[in-house]
């Protein structure tokens, strides 16, 4: 019987060369369906004033945004569309001196003081009626609609549409039947090729058996051996960094139940820490600011601006955790006032440090001048809040040989700092040299 060379080979590379086809088809159909959709831009209603709404934004951000929103009670009530509701006369009047026009007992102005909690108007005498023009008319554009989602269909059929009008699903499903018929075919020729080869009393030849690479890397003892003791070395090696990273909490960045975004507080917005955490001044810990001290911006801030949401965080995400703010205090934003019902906020706490370690914030913000970043990293830029340093006692020991001690205004040192000045042979000490290395300065 003649013998012939294994014709599996031929299927394998017909099969590759098919899986290759379908990829390269399934891509390009892909690309097909991805058309892009046509931006609708929404023209804007020209204000009743006649004013330019763009320069009434600039004017309504720098002088009303602190008590009214356009869209939401704030101090003041919601500014939308203010102007179909009263006179421009009544409110030139208004906007010049409130007050003037409330004592002159005039029903509207009266109304409106009584309506917002009998909070008097700041007087702006130095806006002229064009300016209020063009205030009122960026009060008077239509509210903006949620912008349309890039790639949505926008068509009444289900499936998108490719350019000719063909829909992709019909072209998906004719590359399937394609496929099928391949598959098919493949497996009538192989059946064909072995009738072929039994009438012809051709024999297949079978497959040489192959060892296994286990069984030829145990047989190969050298190779054991040295994987054996890279083995060990490799886990004594983990072994070691996993014991000494036991209760180093590094990049620990715990939701918190309110999200407080350190990058648009102190980053965005420049507000100093020691704003909220004032006792880092003057005591040993810097403490968790109370909400009263969130409260002093928030009271008048229900909503942030739309360039605030982020790719991760969206605006309405963060208008949510100030709704969370404003349960925890009870204040409601659309009387202006506190309800009396208040819940606590359980914060999770993020640097801790052993019992046994003494640390003062006081004597290294206000007495040594270290900045926050130092040992927090950079706050300003972190969305939540993580442990940067490691906080370990080498981590502390190495600061205090390279940090020199601030003798400005520092006359408590004064006398020791000559002393030990000399004695080193340096101008400026460190806290190592001045006795920051003793066991009894950190430990109890």
Not at 201 to 220: Q, T
Request: hydrophobic share 40%; aromatic share 8%; with cysteine.
């Amino acid at each position: 019987m003649k013998k012939m060379g294994n014709h599996n080979s031929i299927l394998k590379k017909l099969y590759f060369c098919l899986a290759l086809m379908l990829v390269f088809s399934a891509t390009s159909s892909a690309q097909d369906a991805a058309i892009p959709a046509a931006d609708v831009a929404a023209a804007a209603t020209p204000a009743a004033t006649g004013g330019d709404p763009v320069k009434g934004k600039e004017l309504f951000n720098a002088n009303c945004a602190a008590c009214h929103k356009l869209d939401a009670k704030s101090t003041g009530p919601a500014l939308r569309g203010v102007a179909s509701k009263y006179e421009m006369s009544w409110i030139y009047k208004w906007v010049h001196n409130s007050s003037e026009l409330i004592k002159s007992g005039d029903a509207a102005a009266v109304k409106v003081f009584e309506e917002n909690n009998k909070v008097v108007m700041t007087a702006f005498p130095q806006l002229s009626e064009g300016d209020i023009d063009n205030i009122i008319a960026y009060t008077s554009t239509p509210k903006e609609e949620a912008p349309v989602v890039a790639g949505a269909p926008v068509t009444g059929t289900e499936g998108a549409t490719s350019q000719d009008g063909l829909s992709n699903n019909v072209v998906l499903g004719a590359l399937v039947l394609v496929m099928l018929m391949l598959v098919a075919m493949l497996f009538l020729v192989n059946n064909v090729l072995r009738k072929v080869a039994k009438a012809n009393n051709i024999e297949v030849a079978p497959k040489e058996p192959k060892i296994s690479i286990w069984k030829a890397f145990v047989k190969n003892q050298f190779l054991v051996l040295v994987s054996v003791i890279f083995l060990l070395l490799v886990g004594a090696y983990l072994v070691y960094g996993f014991l000494m990273q036991v209760g180093v909490d590094q990049e620990y960045a715990p939701i918190q139940p309110i999200h407080y975004s350190h990058k648009i507080h102190a980053g965005d917005n420049e507000i100093n820490c020691k704003y909220c955490h004032s006792a880092a001044r003057v005591s040993k810990n810097a403490g968790i600011p109370s909400l009263n001290v969130c409260m002093n911006c928030h009271k008048n801030i229900s909503e942030v601006a739309e360039s605030t949401a982020t790719p991760e965080y969206s605006k309405a995400f963060y208008d949510e955790q100030i709704q969370k703010l404003y349960t925890a205090v009870g204040w409601d934003k659309t009387t202006q006032s506190y309800t009396g019902k208040t819940q606590p906020v359980k914060w999770v706490r993020i640097h801790n440090l052993p019992d046994f370690v003494y640390f003062n914030h006081s004597q290294h913000v206000t007495v040594a001048g270290i900045e926050c970043q130092t040992c927090h990293g950079p706050v300003e830029e972190y969305e939540i809040q993580k442990q940067f340093a490691p906080l370990t006692m080498g981590w502390c020991i190495d600061c205090h040989r390279k940090t020199d001690v601030k003798m400005e205004g520092n006359e408590y040192y004064t006398k020791i700092h000559e002393q030990l000045s000399k004695k080193y042979g340096v101008d400026k000490l460190t806290a190592a040299q001045m006795g920051g290395l003793e066991c009894g300065k950190c430990h109890y």
